[in-house]
């Protein structure tokens, strides 16, 4: 019996769209995967591993402030901060800003744990690397856009990016740093643009949608 012959190679292919969905997809599965290998590891849960990350990033925060920024509920958040106190990894003061909540910091187990914890996901670079300098800057770029689109529909927790921001100055030099941050009056290239600035200050709806409308639209 003669052999079929094979469909053109774009017959059977699925859109592009939905190949890249699907590779982000993998993507995912891989860094779940290692999150849990390394958690089991350490002896912690991803969610605990992310509460000492973040605490050790931004300092002491309150368990609404995790929730926050973490994108999980409170009770999620707070039996992850019970198991942490039992550890010896992080401890509870009063919060000044409110008087029946408390701040959560890290003790200094809390800070070596912490550091192995924000490690995690390193094992991405080894196949980041491997991209020429073109590709790196093409795939930052991408993702910025993706990662903006997710968090302005309320998809994602809200990400102290430098296109959120009411600092960031979009296409407004020539040459190879066409943007510039107000807050330190300084030129940045795309490659710059910052996913999360410990300074970020959100701008207006209004200001963000213009000035996305000007990153994107620019030449």
Not at 40 to 49: A, I, N, R, V
Not at 189 to 200: I, K
Request: proline share 9%; charged share 25%.
């Amino acid at each position: 019996m003669p052999r079929r012959p094979a469909p053109p190679p774009d017959a059977a292919q699925q859109p592009l769209e939905q190949r890249i969905v699907t590779a982000l997809h993998k993507l995912g599965l891989a860094m779940k995967q290692q999150t849990w290998l390394q958690a089991s590891d350490e002896g912690l849960s991803p969610t605990q591993g992310q509460i000492l990350a973040t605490l050790a990033t931004d300092g002491p925060q309150s368990a609404t402030e995790l929730s926050r920024r973490l994108g999980l509920t409170l009770p999620t958040i707070s039996d992850s901060v019970r198991v942490l106190a039992e550890k010896g990894l992080i401890a509870r003061k009063p919060d000044p800003r409110h008087p029946r909540a408390s701040l959560l910091s890290l003790t200094a187990r809390g800070r070596t744990r912490a550091t192995r914890a924000q490690a995690w996901p390193e094992f991405l670079a080894a196949a980041v690397g491997t991209l020429s300098e073109g590709e790196r800057e093409a795939v930052f770029g991408a993702l910025v856009k993706m990662i903006r689109t997710l968090q302005e529909n309320g998809q994602i927790p809200p990400s102290r990016m430098c296109v959120s921001c009411t600092y960031f100055r979009p296409n407004v030099h020539a040459g190879p740093r066409p943007h510039h941050c107000a807050l330190v009056d300084a030129p940045m290239r795309g490659t710059d643009l910052r996913l999360d600035c410990a300074e970020h200050e959100e701008a207006s709806a209004e200001q963000r949608r213009e000035s996305w409308e000007r990153l994107v639209n620019a030449g």
